[in-house]
């Protein structure tokens, strides 16, 4: 705690990215299982742990209660944090319907991350390819290809970049997910 004063050595913005992104996470494992309720025991432990962190980033005295430097920091207590990754895991991960604040909250009602377009060569029909009967001339120096379809398979969608000599750049392809 003695590596850096309040001006000198890292910023506080920086101690407190560190903080958030290395602590936090070090605290957390298999929050999603335990985070649900806590105790009052359990909130002042995580409170006197994430104290002299608050402190370090805060440059405040010792005696500055815990709740102020949470506020001065901008860093909410752990036990909320916790609480809230343990409901966003249950609600995402494990598909699990919650309740919160009166609020009833199904996974069915968040829409889940697209992966991107994967496909087996053998379930490329060739009635789902488009051929292009002319050949597409070059443009400029950049140019941009886009296209979009809807199948019974689905709806997806992708564009590529090519230079002026027809050479690809860049390319990206996506689908929908079927209950989207």
């Not at 309040?6 to 985070?35: D, F, M, N």
């Not at 909320?80 to 494990?94: C, H, I, P, Q, V």
Request: aromatic share 8%.
């Amino acid at each position: 705690m003695k590596l850096a004063g309040c001006t000198w050595g890292i910023s506080p913005l920086h101690r407190a990215q560190l903080y958030r992104s290395i602590t936090e996470r070090t605290i957390a494992p298999g929050v999603s299982a335990w985070g649900r309720h806590f105790s009052y025991r359990m909130q002042t432990k995580l409170n006197q742990i994430q104290r002299p962190f608050l402190l370090n980033i805060a440059g405040a005295y010792r005696t500055t209660p815990t709740a102020a430097l949470q506020a001065i920091t901008g860093i909410l207590p752990l036990e909320y944090k916790f609480e809230a990754e343990a409901k966003f895991s249950m609600l995402t991960r494990l598909r699990k319907p919650i309740t919160d604040e009166g609020k009833s909250l199904t996974p069915e009602e968040i829409e889940e991350k697209s992966t991107g377009c994967a496909f087996h060569p053998a379930e490329f029909f060739e009635e789902s390819r488009i051929q292009a009967a002319e050949d597409l001339q070059a443009v400029g120096d950049i140019n941009i290809y886009t296209d979009g379809s809807k199948t019974a398979k689905g709806v997806a969608s992708a564009f590529c970049i090519t230079n002026e000599r027809q050479e690809l750049q860049h390319h990206w392809q996506g689908h929908l997910k079927p209950n989207s």
